[in-house]
Each structure stands twice: as structure tokens, then as C-alpha cells.
């Protein structure tokens, strides 16, 4: 099972953009999906997780507020509102195959399945 990511583009300050994760077959496996990403010459970090046990949701305190995440099994969004040119990253998803516990889902390695990456780019 791959995951695709698609959504990204460029977009002005303060506009709004949707990013959506699906599996390539019917579902995503796991129980967990999280948003990631990486601007150039930075880490990758934390944007944003899904737990489906418990419905709970994380965020980066740098997006909270401004960014929603929300789906199911079949598709996973990145709502992302009130976007900055600090938001300018390559967006990543990933599947967690396991039963993450809540502060596990903020770190890449918890999970087990990537997508590719779709660039998102906030300039005027």
C-alpha cells in the first residue's frame, strides 16, 4: 500500500489550500495518520496527526489554530487557512500501522508508511 499526497501549489499569503492523503488501494491501513514537512535546507517536523481510536487530533503549535485535520480511512485533509511564507515546505503523510499513544504521533518514526510529498509554496 502507498500513500499519495496531493493537493499542494502556490498560493499568496494568507490564502487557503486543502492537502489530501489517500491510499492507492481502497483504504489507508493503521490507525494513525500524520502531516509532516520539510521546508529547504531545514528537518522535517511535525504538522499534524490523526488517531481514529478516540478521535483524537495533534498539532504543531506553529499551525494550530490555522490548520485542520480531518478525514477517514479512505482520505486524510490538511485544511491550511491564514497560510505564511513559513509554510512553504514539500507536505508529507504518513500511515502509522500500530497503536500509536498520543505523544508518539508528533515523531516521524512512529510511523511505518510514506507518501511522496506535495509542494506547498506561499509567496506574494
Known amino acids: 500500500v502507498q500513500l499519495q499526497a496531493s493537493g499542494g501549489g502556490l498560493v499568496q499569503p494568507g490564502d487557503s489550500l486543502r492537502l489530501s492523503c489517500a491510499a492507492s488501494?481502497?483504504?489507508?491501513?493503521?490507525?494513525?495518520v500524520g502531516w509532516f514537512r520539510q521546508a529547504p535546507g531545514k528537518e522535517r517536523e511535525f504538522v499534524a496527526a490523526?488517531?481514529?481510536?478516540?478521535?483524537n487530533r495533534a498539532y504543531a503549535d506553529s499551525v494550530k489554530g490555522r490548520f485542520t485535520i480531518s478525514g477517514d480511512k479512505s482520505t486524510v485533509y490538511l485544511q491550511m487557512d491564514s497560510l505564511k511564507p513559513d509554510d512553504t515546505a514539500v507536505y508529507y503523510c504518513a500511515a502509522d500501522l500500530g497503536n500509536p499513544i498520543l505523544s508518539a504521533l508528533r515523531s516521524e518514526y512512529t510511523y511505518d508508511i510514506w507518501g511522496q510529498g506535495t509542494l506547498v509554496t506561499v509567496s506574494s
Open positions: 488501494e481502497r483504504t489507508i491501513d493503521g490507525n494513525a
Open positions: 490523526i488517531r481514529w481510536r478516540g478521535g
